[in-house]
Every structure is written in C-alpha cells, then in structure tokens.
C-alpha cells in the first residue's frame, strides 16, 4: 500500500491522461500487458537506454518494450535510415530497395531460414507459420508448450487467457519435458501439422530449453513428418543465430518479430526452401500471402540498417556475453543479500523466480514469484528504473557497464526489502 500511495503521488499527469483514456477506451487500455494497479504511467520520450514519463521522471529503460526495444531510443544508424525512408515517401505500392537486403541478412544469419517472408508483427508471423505448415502436410493439429506465448491470438498460459485466445486445434506438452513432450507427439503423430514452441519461454517466465528436449524434439518430429517450428520473436537477440545456433538444432520454419523492424512494426516467417518456395507467386498453385503493410518501407530500411550496421553478428555475441555477465552479477548479489530469489533466462532477457535454482518448467516456479515481481516494479520505480509491470527485465545495446551495474544494484536493493512482504 505504501509504494502504491508514493507511485500516485508522483504521477498526477499519469494519472490524468489515464482517466481520460478510459472514456473512449476499456479501462484506458490497448495493449493487455501494459496495465497495472493503480494506472500505469504514460511514457513522455526516450533516449538511449532511459525513457521519461509526462510527470518528468527518468528510468532506466528494463522494460525494453518487451524485447523490441534492444536498440534502444534513437540509435543514429537506424534513425538515419527511417529518415531516408521517411522523405522518399512511404505508401509505394511496390517492391522496394530495402526488403531483399533485410531477407539476406536474415537467411545468411538463421540457420533454418533459405527463404523468408515479412508481415506486421510476431503474431501474424505465427499464424502464417501455422497455416504454412497445415498446407504443406497435410495435417492440421498443433503441439504447443504450457504456458506458451506466441501472440495475442496465440496464448497458452493458464488464467484468464485461455478464455479467448488459442483458436486452433491443439495439444500442450510441459515444457523441458522430453518423456512428455514425445508422448504426446506420438500420441498425435498423424493429426499433427507442427510443434511450436519458444526456445526460451518467455512470458511463461523466461525459461531456457535444455539442449537434449529441443534436440529430443527435434529428432521426433522429423521421424514423423511433423514440421518444428521456432518461434523466435525475442530469443533472435540471444547470439548472432538466436537460440537455434547456440543450441545448434535447426528446425524446420522460424518466426521472428520485435527488434528486428528496428523500432516499428514487423514479422517475418521463413524456413526450408521446399516449404518456403510453396509461396513463389509464378507457381500456377502458389500459397496466398498478402498484406498491404508487409514491406513497409520503415520497418524494412530501418531494420536492415539494424543487422547489417549496428547488431551485426559479433556485436550480437559480445552483447549476449555481456548481458549474460550482468545475469550472474545479479544471481551473485541476491545470494550475498541472503535472499532466496534468482533471475532466470539468458543475457538480456530475464525474470526473478524464489528459489535457490531457477525453474525448469512453469509448475516448477513458485507462484508467489508473481507478487514480488509486482513490487519489485513499484519499489524500482522510485530508484528509477522501470521493469514491464509484470516484471520481466530486459536490457539494451545502449546500456553500458555501469547502467549495468545500476541495473544489478536497483533490482537486487528491491528485492531484499520487498521480500518479507511477500
Ligand atoms: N511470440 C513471442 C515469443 C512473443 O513474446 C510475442 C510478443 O511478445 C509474440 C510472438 C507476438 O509478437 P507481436 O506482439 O509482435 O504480435
């Protein structure tokens, strides 16, 4: 109740501009996660690696726009690129010179990508993965993990987002399960068309895979005809290949989304050539995928000045060895503050799980994790940094060892004293 009462304290523009909101629409919101209890504070700018709220607070930027934001705010290379863009006009009803350049950084850096097409956002991208792969086999039922995200449409956590948000014909597997995770495929070994699934699953609480379940998996679906899909629409930040090339395991379609439109809204999904090819418009058969914004010239001069000018490939590993430093740095702090809490995921992706270890699996993690990430939120708000409300930490290319430092010092401060209250 007391970070609660200093948050609304110090937010009355926030706080304004919410009640406002919420004449025109449903408690103010459009974007499900950014809401929080009281209201959550509106964002007012960003630069480098901090953004500032309309009441004139500056944070640390942790919240990262959930993995999106890994360039942080105005990075020069790509704001030059978008302002090229942006002046040469944008609505062009045609191919432009960006996209085939953004597909070859793409196809030369992700192992399992011979071809790939762009749509609006991670979302999208999944569901055309799906679709893609229902065509090509045949089949039509999908393996996911518990506790899964894969957008909007596409959420298997428990709760309230289940009411509407799977409308495909599925089955569910624990994550890093290998004995489950194979039964149920064998179980559904001609009805299914795909597994699905995040090489670290990230709003299930930042959870790495284990090297033996993806390649497990890996080696039943190909004995079945079944495609693997990875959706990498954060993990493609972890590495120059994304997790597929630090586990080494290829599968057959990826999903990718967030940072890679550098800023704006983008998807793309691609794969083997024989499945990928399905979409060759010459074809007399040819796979429909349309949409008017696929290409759009923003996402695509701006993201390609992204991978080939600013997260090349070396850049991309020395950040993952970097941020996966800061990781341990925090794992070493919360111990020598005697608190049983430890973050899990890997380089600039992170949660806060209790527990000496972090979880496997999500019915491995203690649900009180749930309510120290809320104040943890709150409680870093006022040393300034900002989390996303549910607490997931992410971290930017702009950030330098020192704001790591800061990152370390604030979140495990915050976690020592809100522990006992949980
Ligand atoms: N897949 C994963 C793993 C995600 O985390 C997200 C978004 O958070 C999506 C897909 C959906 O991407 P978008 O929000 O761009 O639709």
Not at 66 to 78: C, E, K, M, Q, R
Not at 315 to 327: G, K, S, Y
Request: net charge negative.
């Amino acid at each position: 109740a007391e970070l609660r009462d200093t948050y609304v304290a110090a937010h009355p523009e926030s706080r304004r501009i919410m009640s406002d909101a919420a004449e025109f629409m449903p408690g103010g919101n459009t974007r499900s996660v950014l809401h929080f209890d009281p209201f959550p504070m509106v964002i007012a700018s960003g630069d480098g690696a901090t953004v500032t709220d309309v009441d004139g607070h500056t944070y640390i930027d942790c919240a990262g726009e959930f993995s999106a934001g890994l360039y942080g705010h105005n990075d020069p290379v790509i704001r030059a690129a978008q302002e090229k863009a942006l002046s040469d006009g944008l609505v062009l009803a045609a191919p432009n010179r960006y996209e085939a350049g953004l597909a070859r950084e793409m196809c030369v850096r992700f192992p399992s990508l011979d071809r790939v097409r762009f749509c609006n956002s991670g979302t999208e991208a999944n569901v055309f993965a799906l679709l893609t792969a229902r065509n090509f086999t045949g089949r039509s039922r999908f393996m996911f993990m518990e506790e899964g995200y894969h957008g909007g449409v596409l959420t298997f956590g428990g709760g309230k987002a289940s009411r509407m948000n799977a409308p495909f014909d599925h089955v569910l597997a624990p994550f890093n399960d290998i004995d489950a995770a194979l039964a149920t495929i064998r179980a559904n070994k001609d009805e299914l068309a795909a597994v699905m699934l995040e090489p670290l699953l990230g709003a299930g609480g930042n959870l790495l895979a284990d090297k033996a379940f993806l390649e497990a998996v890996r080696a039943e679906t190909q004995a079945h005809g079944i495609l693997l899909i990875f959706d990498e629409v954060k993990t493609s930040r972890l590495g120059r290949s994304g997790l597929q090339g630090h586990f080494g395991v290829t599968p057959d379609m990826t999903t990718f989304g967030k940072y890679i439109g550098g800023g704006l809204s983008f998807g793309a999904f691609g794969g083997r050539e024989e499945i990928m090819m399905l979409f060759d418009p010459s074809r007399p058969d040819a796979l429909m995928h349309a949409g008017t914004f696929n290409n759009n010239v923003m996402s695509m001069a701006g993201g390609l000045a992204g991978l080939s000018e600013v997260f090349t490939a070396d850049r991309a590993d020395a950040f993952l060895d970097m941020t996966e430093a800061t990781r341990a740095k925090l794992g070493e702090a919360l111990a020598a503050k005697g608190v049983p809490v430890r973050p899990s995921g890997f380089g600039s992706m992170m949660s806060l799980h209790i527990g000496e270890r972090e979880p496997r699996r999500w019915s491995e993690t203690d649900s009180r994790a749930g309510t120290l990430r809320s104040l943890v939120h709150l409680a870093a708000l006022e040393e300034g940094l900002v989390t996303t409300p549910r607490g997931d930490l992410y971290l930017s290319l702009p950030m330098t060892e020192a704001m790591l430092d800061d990152v370390v010092a604030i979140i495990s401060g915050a976690v020592a004293r809100e522990f006992p209250y949980v």
